[in-house]
């Protein structure tokens, strides 16, 4: 056999074994993620009350049960307005509740900003760290396709709220955001039988909870058949940034007929007082200064609809992570209840706390699942790092 013909028919089975080798290798891996995944099994959860599927073609996860105690880790994003900063505290309230505490080796929180190259490094940081449960409130919704991946190979429950995951393979859980939006579309459409010109603040850009919200405001309103003309800013879900955007906004367009914000509800009433504009109705978020103002300046024409979610969701998905890890059958997608108030309705020390601090988002419960924090219990810890 002439010498490069030999030499051919070595390399040609040095790649063949290299190629089986690889077969093999993925095969391996494949089969490894596999056993690592949850499987999908009937319902209903373990926890009906608390852990209520989306919709009834939701798929019921059960992942093999880990010994405890275990090693959690919340990987949030952006911190820059009051929900996020109640979040955090709220969850190191949660952690550190007797019953969660015993099932807890280490408790883990970063926040890493606006950069969701940061938020995915950090995650996947935590999956190689070999944390058991790994919490995130999502900068982007497709964005963290590859540490899903990672997670279900590794066998880490992956639990996504507020801002949840466009998938299917990692656990969701969230209240209806684009039918929070439907909701104070509706109570506008309701306060403005002619249409009108609308103030919208929206959140923060990018995010699942911005998109949706926005959405089911925008859908309402053109639903309605009236004629309303929006005019948008971004507010980041914050109050000085809603209040400048707001204020800018008025004098740039100097009469609305009606206002709603996703968050930074505060600030935006704020504005309109601070400009001397007419108050006109409101479509916002929970936070305790907001409900405040709806209270105080009704006489003033500041008719109200206040409805959103508590940062305390962060505990829903907790109890969730540590149901799943339990070896308990969840949900793959869990839908939480809203918490909302309207004119006539708000009640000083029932809805609103005028004794409380304006930043504080009322509704931080969620009775069905036994989480229920004051703001004394929490507003009082850290949202630093940790």
């Known amino acids: 056999?002439?010498?490069?013909?030999?030499?051919?028919?070595?390399?040609?089975?040095?790649?063949?074994?290299?190629?089986?080798?690889?077969?093999?290798?993925?095969?391996?891996?494949?089969s490894s993620a596999q056993a690592a995944s949850p499987k999908i099994v009937a319902g209903p959860s373990a926890d009906a009350p608390c852990f209520v599927p989306w919709t009834d073609q939701t798929k019921y996860f059960q992942y093999a049960k880990k010994p405890g105690?275990?090693?959690?880790?919340?990987?949030?994003?952006?911190?820059?307005?009051?929900?996020?900063?109640?979040?955090?505290?709220?969850?190191?309230?949660?952690?550190?509740?007797?019953?969660?505490k015993k099932q807890l080796k280490e408790f883990k929180v970063v926040s890493t900003g606006d950069d969701i190259?940061?938020?995915?490094?950090?995650?996947?940081?935590?999956?190689?760290?070999?944390?058991?449960?790994v919490i995130i409130d999502a900068q982007n919704p497709t964005a963290f396709k590859s540490a899903v991946k990672r997670a279900q190979a590794a066998g880490v429950v992956l639990v996504a709220f507020d801002n949840t995951l466009e998938?299917?393979?990692?656990?969701?859980v969230n209240v209806d955001q684009e039918g929070l939006g439907k909701y104070w579309g509706d109570w506008l459409v309701k306060n403005l039988p002619k249409g009108g010109d609308v103030l919208e603040v929206r959140g923060v850009p990018g995010t699942s909870v911005d998109t949706n919200r926005h959405k089911g405001l925008q859908d309402t309103l053109k639903a309605s058949g009236k004629p309303f003309d929006?005019?948008?800013?971004?507010?980041?879900?914050?109050?000085?940034?809603?209040?400048?955007?707001?204020?800018d906004a008025i004098a740039v367009h100097k009469h609305f007929d009606g206002m709603t914000a996703q968050g930074g509800s505060t600030g935006m009433v704020r504005a309109f007082l601070d400009a001397g504009a007419p108050l006109v109705p409101a479509g916002a978020e929970t936070e305790n200064g907001f409900r405040k103002l709806c209270l105080d300046d009704q006489s003033k024409g500041l008719a109200c609809?206040?409805?959103?979610?508590?940062?305390?969701?962060?505990?829903?998905?907790m109890k969730t992570a540590l149901a799943a890890l339990s070896?308990?059958?969840?949900?793959?997608?869990?839908?939480?209840?809203?918490?909302?108030?309207?004119?006539?309705?708000?009640?000083?020390?029932?809805?609103?706390f005028p004794d409380q601090t304006d930043n504080f988002f009322v509704g931080n419960s969620f009775p069905t699942c036994g989480i229920n924090f004051t703001a004394q219990e929490i507003m009082g810890r850290s949202e630093a790092n940790q």
Request: proline share 6%.
């Open 69 to 100: 105690p275990y090693r959690v880790a919340l990987a949030n994003g952006f911190i820059g307005n009051t929900w996020r900063i109640q979040m955090i505290k709220t969850a190191k309230a949660y952690a550190e509740q007797p019953d969660v």
């Open 1 to 30: 056999m002439p010498p490069a013909l030999g030499g051919h028919a070595m390399i040609g089975q040095h790649y063949t074994h290299a190629c089986a080798a690889a077969v093999l290798l993925a095969a391996l891996g494949a």
């Open 327 to 352: 070896g308990e059958v969840v949900p793959q997608s869990i839908r939480l209840p809203l918490a909302h108030v309207e004119d006539p309705d708000f009640k000083a020390g029932v809805n609103v």
């Open 167 to 172: 998938t299917d393979e990692a656990i969701n």
């Open 305 to 317: 609809a206040s409805g959103g979610t508590g940062p305390a969701q962060v505990a829903v998905a």
């Open 230 to 247: 929006v005019v948008e800013v971004v507010g980041k879900w914050d109050d000085g940034t809603a209040q400048k955007v707001s204020a």
């Open 117 to 133: 190259a940061a938020q995915i490094s950090a995650v996947n940081n935590f999956i190689d760290s070999g944390y058991d449960a």
